[in-house]
């Protein structure tokens, strides 16, 4: 193997060639890298560690281990499936997402670091009896929730049947028996019922921002997650429209919004429908997570 082959595995001229850990990972950056992969060791790191079923530290306690031909032909696959637009976490199949490791599929969105925080606002309110989590994809946010206050009851709804599908072995897997999962389209349905917690990362990519996205985000994650093929707003819109039937007199609604670009127009739409608002930055420092209340 050279740093411009494309076949990490074995081929004719380098079969009898032993390729350690250490061997992988110097190559596979190097690959990355020239690919334009972000954290391109780091990446390489975790595609090992999943062949050999290792945590990522014990690959430079074992970096002098050789790579049996399997393992090397099913890295040599997850390699391709990568420099090919594939994310990650796909091809690991588990995102982490508030110290746990959630299952995905192209069926939902990869978990980001940024939606932990609305699981943050809600740890600073009183622990909830009820909680509605819209949008549920892969169930991160229902699922930890529910971890979090296993003696509330979580309701968990997604106009997709394969998200939901993805989201219940999540619970199933995690421990979560504190979950009801429902299909339903928030934009024409609403639940029964009112709670104290309303938790909803909805699609809020604008038509105008789509083309801006990076290319593995526009086509290998759910649209349905992403865009609303409008102004961005409409599930704002929705959630100002019903938010008052969805809550309990002192319940919130915790929602991730498109940045400080977009808080202003989901304050103005929350504003006129009675509610305050509150938003808070993610470590970017850009607002990402707005917290809506009705009443006092």
Same mark, same amino acid.
């Given at each position: 193997?050279?740093?411009?082959?494309?076949?990490?595995?074995?081929?004719?001229?380098?079969?009898?060639?032993?390729?350690? /850990?250490?061997?992988?990972?110097?190559? #596979?950056?190097?690959?990355?890298?020239?690919?334009?992969?972000?954290?391109?060791?780091?990446?390489?790191?975790?595609?090992?560690?999943?062949?050999?079923?290792?945590?990522?530290?014990?690959?430079?306690?074992?970096?002098?281990?050789?790579?049996?031909?399997?393992?090397?032909?099913?890295?040599?696959?997850?390699?391709?499936?990568?420099?090919?637009?594939?994310?990650?976490?796909? /091809?690991?199949?588990?995102?982490?997402?508030?110290?746990?490791?959630?299952?995905?599929?192209?069926?939902?969105?990869?978990?980001?670091?940024?939606?932990?925080?609305? /699981?943050?606002?809600?740890?600073?309110?009183?622990?909830?009896?009820?909680?509605?989590?819209?949008?549920?994809?892969?169930?991160?946010?229902?699922?930890?929730?529910?971890?979090?206050?296993?003696?509330?009851?979580?309701?968990?709804?997604?106009?997709?049947?394969?998200?939901?599908?993805?989201?219940?072995?999540?619970?199933?897997?995690?421990?979560?028996?504190?979950?009801?999962?429902?299909?339903?389209?928030?934009?024409?349905?609403?639940?029964?019922?009112?709670?104290?917690?309303?938790?909803?990362?909805?699609?809020?990519?604008?038509?105008? $921002?789509?083309?801006?996205?990076?290319?593995?985000?526009?086509?290998?994650?759910?649209?349905?997650?992403?865009?609303?093929?409008?102004?961005?707003?409409?599930?704002? &819109?929705?959630?100002?429209?019903?938010?008052?039937?969805?809550?309990?007199?002192?319940?919130?609604?915790?929602?991730?919004? #498109?940045? &400080?670009?977009?808080?202003?127009?989901? $304050?103005?739409?929350?504003?006129?429908?009675?509610?305050?608002?509150?938003?808070?930055?993610?470590?970017?420092?850009?607002?990402?997570?707005?917290?809506?209340?009705?009443?006092?």
């Amino acid at each position: 193997m050279t740093a411009h082959s494309a076949n990490p595995a074995p081929t004719a001229a380098n079969r009898s060639r032993v390729w350690t /850990i250490l061997d992988l990972i110097n190559w #596979g950056r190097e690959y990355f890298e020239k690919r334009q992969i972000d954290n391109a060791r780091l990446e390489v790191e975790w595609l090992l560690a999943r062949v050999l079923s290792l945590k990522r530290v014990d690959l430079y306690v074992q970096f002098e281990q050789p790579l049996e031909p399997a393992e090397l032909a099913q890295f040599k696959q997850m390699v391709l499936r990568r420099v090919s637009g594939e994310p990650l976490q796909y /091809i690991l199949g588990t995102a982490p997402f508030c110290e746990h490791d959630f299952l995905v599929t192209p069926a939902v969105l990869i978990p980001r670091p940024e939606s932990e925080i609305l /699981i943050e606002r809600l740890k600073q309110g009183p622990a909830p009896a009820t909680i509605l989590d819209i949008g549920t994809g892969s169930g991160c946010l229902a699922v930890t929730a529910a971890l979090l206050y296993p003696a509330a009851q979580v309701t968990a709804v997604d106009i997709s049947h394969n998200a939901l599908e993805v989201a219940r072995e999540n619970a199933g897997q995690l421990g979560a028996a504190n979950v009801t999962f429902v299909e339903m389209d928030i934009l024409q349905d609403t639940p029964d019922g009112a709670f104290d917690a309303v938790l909803c990362n909805p699609p809020y990519i604008s038509e105008s $921002e789509w083309e801006f996205l990076p290319q593995e985000v526009r086509e290998r994650e759910p649209e349905v997650a992403l865009r609303d093929r409008g102004d961005g707003l409409t599930f704002f &819109r929705r959630l100002a429209e019903i938010g008052p039937a969805l809550l309990t007199p002192q319940g919130q609604l915790i929602i991730e919004i #498109g940045g &400080r670009a977009q808080a202003g127009a989901v $304050e103005a739409l929350c504003t006129a429908a009675g509610a305050t608002c509150a938003f808070y930055p993610d470590l970017q420092d850009d607002l990402r997570v707005g917290v809506v209340k009705w009443g006092d």
